[in-house]
């Protein structure tokens, strides 16, 4: 069972369980995010190809009881990586987010008689702040899971040690369109290349020399750090 949002890290995963023969049941959320339509269609043009199913839940009570964060409160703007050096938990975090979603596949999963959830969790997402994308937090929910007496569930999250640089090249071994992928927290038509999503995400691309398909609304460089289109 696999909970995908459209994004880099999920998309990967997606990519590796098929490449092991997973079956694939896979999720999406729309809890109201603001870049809830960019991330959906890449979301399901993936799905489409790689899962034997494909589910899309609304919980935007999200938006009602944790509207602390820019992506669920239009009001509150999205933090850009420049404004939130060494901020332990930007604005940008929604309140028990994975805790919630995960718990929903969990129950999927077990509905389903399947055995493992994959998490995509990045290392990059504890270094952001979110302390529900952390290896503490795996090992938690999952000593939670193993109360189970009977179809006891595993959360396992393939890429929570490895960089954003190692994912994007994982994907890329993979045969990844990295242009189906949405990763920036504004949602709007091109991607601001300012917000901490953006930034993890444009820094994995140079240090893979490679430059992203995705279209960004300020200019990138790639040239002049080396970087060459993926082919």
């Not at 896979?26 to 899962?51: P, T, V, W």
């Not at 994308?133 to 393939?158: D, T, W, Y």
């Amino acid at each position: 069972m696999l909970p995908i949002s459209g994004g880099l890290d999920s998309t990967t995963i997606a990519y590796m369980a098929a490449d092991q023969d997973y079956e694939i049941h896979a999720l999406s959320f729309d809890y109201g995010q603001r870049h809830m339509s960019r991330e959906l269609e890449c979301a399901k043009h993936h799905a489409d190809q790689l899962a034997k199913s494909h589910k899309v839940l609304n919980i935007q009570f999200m938006r009602e009881i944790a509207n602390t964060s820019s992506l669920t409160n239009d009001t509150i703007d999205v933090a850009k990586t420049r404004d939130v050096l060494g901020d332990p938990q930007t604005v940008n975090y929604v309140p028990n987010r994975n805790m919630m979603m995960l718990s929903i596949c969990t129950a999927y999963a077990e509905s389903i008689g399947a055995d493992t959830v994959f998490h995509g969790a990045a290392l990059v997402d504890s270094q952001a702040g979110f302390w529900d994308g952390s290896n503490e937090f795996l090992q938690a929910i999952n000593k939670v899971n193993r109360l189970n007496r009977r179809n006891v569930v595993e959360i396992v999250a393939p890429l929570i040690l490895k960089s954003k640089a190692d994912i994007i090249q994982t994907g890329n071994d993979l045969g990844m369109d990295f242009a189906k992928t949405w990763t920036c927290y504004e949602g709007k038509d091109q991607a601001c290349g300012e917000c901490t999503a953006c930034s993890s995400r444009i820094k994995g691309f140079i240090d893979n020399k490679m430059i992203d398909p995705v279209t960004y609304a300020r200019d990138i460089p790639w040239k002049k750090y080396g970087c060459r289109s993926i082919t």
